[in-house]
């Protein structure tokens, strides 16, 4: 069978479903699945922890997506009073991350390559898992900056 070379070639039900299958656990949680994303969703923070696969540049990852219906908008200028705090914990590279794509974690690995899948899907839940931990903890301790505007 010929190896895919392109995005739009990879089996990402396939992939999901793996996922699925190792962390069954994640479908309660999901807020949205497309082609190359899942989201989990944490509404009460009005977030979403987003799992990524990029075949096309062999790479997988976590970040804070964007959620309408959860309320998971504007998230890089909501969290900004929260970035050092984030980064330094979670251990990111601010330069990887835009306002598109905030708190950007990711992996070089052959997305393609279906023996990595279960890896794949075992990082991108415990990276969600570290990402969300942090999240509650930093949150919980560090009032975002207008609240404390407005007693």
């Given at each position: 069978?010929?190896?895919?070379h392109?995005?739009?070639?990879?089996?990402h039900?396939?992939?999901?479903?793996?996922?699925?299958?190792?962390?069954?656990?994640?479908?309660?949680?999901?807020?949205?699945?497309?082609?190359?994303?899942?989201?989990?969703?944490?509404?009460?923070?009005?977030?979403?922890?987003?799992?990524?696969?990029?075949?096309?540049?062999?790479?997988?990852?976590?970040?804070?997506?964007?959620?309408?219906?959860?309320?998971?908008?504007?998230?890089?200028?909501?969290?900004?009073?929260?970035?050092?705090?984030?980064?330094?914990?979670?251990?990111?590279?601010?330069?990887?991350?835009?306002?598109?794509f905030?708190?950007?974690?990711?992996?070089?690995?052959?997305?393609?390559?279906?023996?990595?899948?279960?890896?794949?899907?075992?990082?991108?839940?415990?990276?969600?898992?570290?990402f969300?931990?942090?999240?509650?903890?930093?949150?919980?301790?560090?009032?975002?900056?207008?609240?404390?505007?407005?007693?």
């Amino acid at each position: 069978m010929p190896q895919p070379h392109s995005a739009s070639e990879f089996p990402h039900n396939r992939f999901w479903a793996v996922l699925e299958g190792r962390h069954p656990g994640e479908r309660g949680r999901r807020a949205m699945r497309m082609a190359f994303f899942w989201q989990r969703g944490l509404p009460e923070l009005q977030l979403v922890i987003t799992m990524y696969v990029s075949p096309d540049k062999n790479r997988c990852g976590v970040f804070l997506g964007r959620n309408e219906r959860l309320g998971a908008t504007d998230v890089a200028a909501r969290m900004a009073p929260h970035a050092c705090r984030l980064n330094e914990v979670l251990g990111l590279d601010p330069s990887v991350s835009s306002a598109e794509f905030p708190f950007v974690s990711r992996w070089q690995v052959n997305c393609f390559a279906e023996d990595n899948w279960p890896a794949m899907a075992d990082w991108l839940v415990t990276e969600a898992s570290r990402f969300e931990r942090t999240l509650r903890t930093t949150l919980a301790a560090q009032p975002a900056a207008e609240s404390e505007d407005h007693p």
